[in-house]
C-alpha cells in the first residue's frame, strides 16, 4: 500500500520547470532572472503563492513580516514586483507599501487581501499599491500577475533615468471610484 500511495503522489508532481516545455516562458538564468516579494505572515499562503510565482518562470524572494519585506525589497534589485498581505502584525501591509514609496521605488506592488469593500479599496489607492489581488488567490490569477512583470530586473531610477520612464506592470484590478 506504501509503495501504491509513493507511486501515485510521484505521478500527480509536475516535472520539473513543466512550463518551459510549453515554450511560452523564456529560458532565464537564475541569477538574471527577475524575482517577486511574497510577503505574508500564513506559512500556507507564502507557500503556495512562492510556488506559484515560482510557475511562472520568475525567482520568489519570500519575507514573513513587514520589516522583513523591506530588508529583502534592498537586498534583492531582482523585484519586479510586490505581492504583500495586508492584514499583519506588527507593520501592516499599508505601511509596508507607504514605506517602499517614500524609497521613490515605483515597482508594482499588488494588495493581498480577502476584503473587498469600498474602505479597503480607498486605503490601498492612497497606500500607493498598483491593484488588487482577492483571497482566496488562485494559481491562475497570481500567475496573470506575474506574467504582466517584466522578465529582467528594472535597474534603479538614476538622476538620468527618470522612474517615469521605467516600465511599470499593469494592476491586476484597476481601482476606479466607486
Known amino acids: 500500500i506504501v509503495k501504491a500511495v509513493q507511486f501515485c503522489q510521484a505521478a500527480s508532481r509536475p516535472p520539473t520547470k513543466w512550463w518551459q516545455s510549453l515554450g511560452n516562458v523564456p529560458e532565464v538564468e537564475p541569477e538574471n ?3 517577486v516579494l511574497v510577503v505574508d505572515d ?7 503563492a512562492q510556488r506559484w510565482v515560482k510557475r511562472t518562470g520568475l525567482q520568489a524572494v519570500v519575507a514573513s513580516t513587514g520589516s522583513e519585506a523591506l530588508t529583502a525589497l534592498a537586498s534583492n534589485p531582482q523585484v519586479a514586483g510586490v505581492m504583500l498581505d495586508l492584514n499583519m502584525a506588527p507593520m501592516d501591509g499599508f505601511e509596508v507599501c507607504k514605506r517602499i514609496r517614500a524609497q521613490g521605488l515605483e515597482i508594482p ?6 476584503s473587498d469593500d469600498p474602505d479597503t479599496r480607498l ?3 492612497e497606500a500607493g499599491f ?4 482577492l483571497k482566496p488567490a488562485s ?10 512583470l ?11 533615468t527618470p522612474v517615469a ?7 491586476p484590478t484597476p481601482m476606479t471610484e466607486q
Open 123 to 125: 486605503r490601498v489607492q
Open 130 to 133: 498598483s491593484g488588487i489581488l
Open 42 to 48: 500564513d506559512r500556507v499562503s507564502r507557500r503556495l
Open 33 to 35: 532572472a527577475a524575482a
Open 150 to 160: 517584466p522578465r529582467s530586473p528594472t535597474p534603479a531610477p538614476t538622476p538620468s
Open 109 to 114: 506592488v499588488v494588495a493581498v487581501t480577502g
Open 165 to 171: 520612464a521605467q516600465d511599470q506592470a499593469p494592476s
Open 139 to 148: 494559481a491562475a490569477s497570481v500567475g496573470t500577475w506575474c506574467k504582466s
